[in-house]
């Protein structure tokens, strides 16, 4: 990536972080609020309404929304780290159910090999 890139992605993380808190959602809310008399003393229904929608929604809501987003991702994160150690679990335990079997498995050739061996003793013996 080049110098600008760089600088672009650090200046457009930076103002992400700083208007994704409800800080910001708060000085939103005071500056869209100082153009509400204005919007009320023309009496104009449009007026209003393109002020609460066009002024304070998009601007309070901007932050609100990246709020809300961020506390989603960090729950999610969460979730997928928790399922990710429960899998790391599991996946433990399949290994050791794995090495108990394969215990088992040479202890059983050992059985049967011994009981082949007495079967065959016992039948040259009946001989």
């Not at 449009?46 to 066009?54: E, N, R, T, Y």
């Not at 960090?74 to 050791?96: D, P």
């Not at 159910?97 to 394969?102: D, L, V």
């Amino acid at each position: 990536m080049s110098r600008m890139s760089n600088f672009n992605i650090r200046v457009a993380s930076k103002i992400t972080s700083a208007v994704s808190t409800m800080w910001c959602a708060y000085i939103f809310a005071a500056i869209a609020l100082i153009s509400l008399p204005a919007a009320l003393r023309t009496g104009d229904a449009i007026v209003i309404v393109a002020w609460l929608a066009q002024t304070f929604l998009q601007l309070v809501l901007l932050s609100i929304i990246m709020v809300g987003q961020s506390a989603s991702s960090k729950s999610l994160e969460q979730t997928i780290n928790e399922t990710h150690e429960a899998s790391l679990g599991e996946f433990e335990v399949a290994k050791e159910a794995r090495a108990i079997a394969q215990q088992e498995l040479a202890a059983l050739k050992i059985i049967t090999a011994d009981v082949h061996r007495l079967l065959k003793d016992i039948e040259s013996k009946s001989k």
